[in-house]
Nanobody
Framework: QVQLVESGGGLVQAGGSLRLSCAAS????????MSWYRQAPGKQRELVAS???????NYADSVKGRFTISRDNAKNAVYLQMNSLKPEDTAVYYC??????????????WGQGTQVTVSS
């Protein structure tokens, strides 16, 4: 079992910045992918950014150039630096990971979420 705990959410004015952190603990084997998702009121959960163990990253079009995802594999942590925040970024942000043992089976886990509110 893997536990993911997010932190860093809060209230910020438009144009401001926040840095989200997610720390993984438990039975860590190989974190193939670590990602950030978000869910805004009345909308479905969407992928914001992801980072593979190989170092590749991808971003939703709506956050490209403003958000940066990074990993610290030694600490089993993933971060999301959010700059130039917009009211449209308001959502609950969730950490997500894909953990694989040596052989092949993969397991995915979700954090509890952290609220990000951007005021205009």
């Amino acid at each position: 079992q893997v536990q993911l705990v997010e932190s860093g959410g809060g209230l910020v004015q438009a144009g401001g910045s926040l840095r989200l952190s997610c720390a993984a603990s438990g039975r860590i084997f190989s974190m193939l992918v670590m990602s950030w998702y978000r869910q805004a009121p009345g909308k479905q959960r969407e992928l914001v950014a992801s980072a593979t163990s190989g170092g590749s990253t991808n971003y939703a079009d709506s956050v490209k150039g403003r958000f940066t995802i990074s990993r610290d594999n030694a600490k089993n942590a993933v971060y999301l630096q959010m700059n130039s925040l917009k009211p449209e970024d308001t959502a609950v942000y969730y950490c997500h990971c894909v953990n694989r043992r040596d052989n092949g089976p993969s397991y995915q886990y979700w954090g509890q979420g952290t609220q990000v509110t951007v005021s205009s």
